[in-house]
């Protein structure tokens, strides 16, 4: 039987008033076994409380385990390596000098003065430390297809790129890729941060 007055809404309770009849009700049902009877066997708003028979679900098919991506390990550079060459482009081709160097108060002809002799001395260093090869053998221009299974490290693709490969495309840069390296190595307590000593003139 409802305990609703004919022609009345019973007013529901607000959040804290629910929240405090749900402590009460969840102490009563824990000490008292035939009020906890009757809860149990209330009818809730969609219909009894006894919930129909279930059909016996079909045996699970076992799944393939679950294959999670590899993860790129991260290989630390050595600083002593990339110091090293720095000092040597300091060295042959005052790179640094150059890099370091506000152009903006020489002449067009200056700088360019100056450019051929940094790219003289990077040259040098280049041919005396490094075996370097274009990565494809098509020259600039030239039409090209990227087959499936290429190295993305060493083409990259531009422009738009929609589908898989093959992919036809125009070379728009042959690329480099070093073969060998030869750097001296460094004399044990030699300070590679020290790029370029300072000269003191006496």
Not at 146 to 160: C, E, K, S, W, Y
Request: aromatic share 6%; hydrophobic share 40%; net charge negative.
């Amino acid at each position: 039987m409802s305990d609703q007055t004919p022609g009345r809404q019973q007013a529901r309770p607000s959040f804290f008033g629910r929240l405090s009849l749900a402590f009460a009700a969840f102490f009563r049902i824990a000490g008292n076994a035939d009020y906890a009877s009757r809860i149990e066997n209330l009818p809730d708003s969609e219909g009894p409380a006894t919930a129909p028979k279930s059909t016996p679900a079909a045996p699970a098919t076992p799944s393939a385990p679950e294959t999670k991506p590899a993860l790129r390990v991260l290989k630390e550079a050595s600083p002593e390596a990339a110091l090293q060459l720095l000092g040597i482009l300091q060295r042959d081709a005052r790179l640094v000098d150059f890099a370091q160097e506000d152009l903006s108060q020489y002449s067009d002809a200056e700088i360019g003065a100056a450019a051929r002799v940094v790219h003289e001395g990077c040259r040098k260093v280049l041919r005396e430390h490094f075996m370097i090869e274009p990565v494809l053998k098509e020259t600039e221009g030239s039409s090209i297809t990227v087959q499936p299974g290429f190295d993305a490290g060493a083409i990259r693709l531009t422009g738009n790129v929609v589908g898989s490969a093959p992919f036809s495309g125009t070379v728009g840069h042959r690329g480099w890729r070093a073969i060998e390296i030869h750097l001296p190595a460094l004399a044990e307590g030699h300070n590679a941060h020290v790029v370029a000593p300072a000269e003191v003139e006496l």
